[in-house]
């Protein structure tokens, strides 16, 4: 383990929402670095809205003043990706008890496959515990008002591709 305390903040980020900048932001409140990670399917490359290297790149531009936040994306285990940047830690968002059942399985599968890592879960900001990137894709498709859910720079991606509310 290095003496950096690195956190891995994973998920598919289609698009980074509010809700995961509120969790990214809470993160750097115990780690010194948070990685943030877009899991790339090389089976499922059509999959989602954005292509990964643009999430990625939405991720960036949201947190480009925090330099303890970078974004990545990786392929594979999330252990394994987990293991090769030298973090312990990997930080998912609870928003309700609907999120439990998946997190609690996917969180003791993962120290199963591997037990140097533990699963830290946060509570979002009460404002942001129902969102998620696939409302947030639904509504922004359907040319709904997704201002008050997603950062400025992806506001602006998804007002340029579906022309919706500004
Ligand atoms: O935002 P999501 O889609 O809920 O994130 C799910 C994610 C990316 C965290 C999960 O699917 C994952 O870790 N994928 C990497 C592959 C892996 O390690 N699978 C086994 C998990 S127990």
Known sequence: MSAE???????????ITLGHVDIIRRSLRFADRVLVAVAYSATHVKSGMFGVDERVEMIRETFAGEPRVQAVSFQGLLVDFAKAQGADMVVRGLRAVSDFEYE????????????????????????????????????????????????????????ERFGGAS
């Not at 690195?6 to 998920?11: D, E, L, R």
């Not at 830290?120 to 008002?145: M, N, T, W």
Request: hydrophobic share 45%; aromatic share 8%; glycine share 4%.
């Open 5 to 15: 305390r690195i956190a891995v903040c994973p998920g598919s980020f289609d698009p």
């Open 104 to 159: 609690f399985q996917m969180a003791l599968m993962n120290r199963r496959l591997w037990d140097g890592m533990e699963t830290v879960f946060l509570a979002p900001d009460l404002e942001h515990s129902y969102l998620s990137s696939s409302l947030v894709r639904q509504i922004a498709a359907l040319k709904g008002d997704v201002s008050p859910f997603v950062p400025q720079n992806v506001l602006r991606r998804l007002n």
